[in-house]
């Protein structure tokens, strides 16, 4: 009926006792349903984007693991108390701001932040986040770990 079904082929050749070529084996696998989930994560994945980038509210997208990282290694060394240590340790929540990266920022971000594209504001953003540091509570940094 002049349907298309993609499909996975594997096959293998094999030769004779000469070293010759002498049968391909394989297989064929009718691969639709993964192909349907695909193509629903993309347009999922086109959709959410879409709502991200037009926001009419700012949004970040941030990574903290190597936040994350630099907890479990404070507490590796013996620090218990977070909130303490900072307190003991300004400098380490500067430390701690530098550690944030921004992954991308809407439109409404670029706006806010004044900037003229999306690439300007990633590379300033540390030193965003280092100036407004003064207004950082400890207690709030310490419910990240």
């Known amino acids: ?20 070529p002498g049968k391909i084996i394989g297989s064929i ?10 193509n629903a994560l993309l347009e999922s994945e086109a959709k959410y984007r879409d709502i ?8 970040w997208e941030e ?3 190597k936040v994350k990282q630099r907890f479990e290694y404070l507490r590796s060394i013996g620090v218990k108390d977070i909130k303490h240590y900072l307190d003991e340790n300004p400098s ?5 701001a530098s ?6 920022v809407n439109n409404t971000s670029i706006k806010m932040l004044e900037g003229d594209t999306k ?11 280092i100036e407004e540091l003064g207004f950082v509570n400890t207690d709030d940094i310490a419910t990240l770990c």
Not at 29 to 38: A, M, V, W, Y
Not at 122 to 127: A, I
């Open 119 to 129: 690439d300007q504001i990633l590379e300033g953003l540390n030193n965003f986040f």
């Open 99 to 104: 550690l944030v990266q921004v992954l991308s």
């Open 63 to 65: 990574d903290f693991s």
């Open 1 to 20: 009926n002049g349907l298309l079904i993609p499909c996975l082929v594997s096959s293998k050749l094999r030769f004779d006792e000469n070293g010759l």
């Open 29 to 38: 696998h009718d691969i639709s349903k993964r192909k349907q989930i695909e």
């Open 92 to 96: 380490e929540i500067e430390n701690l």
């Open 52 to 59: 991200f980038k037009s926001s009419p509210v700012g949004i």
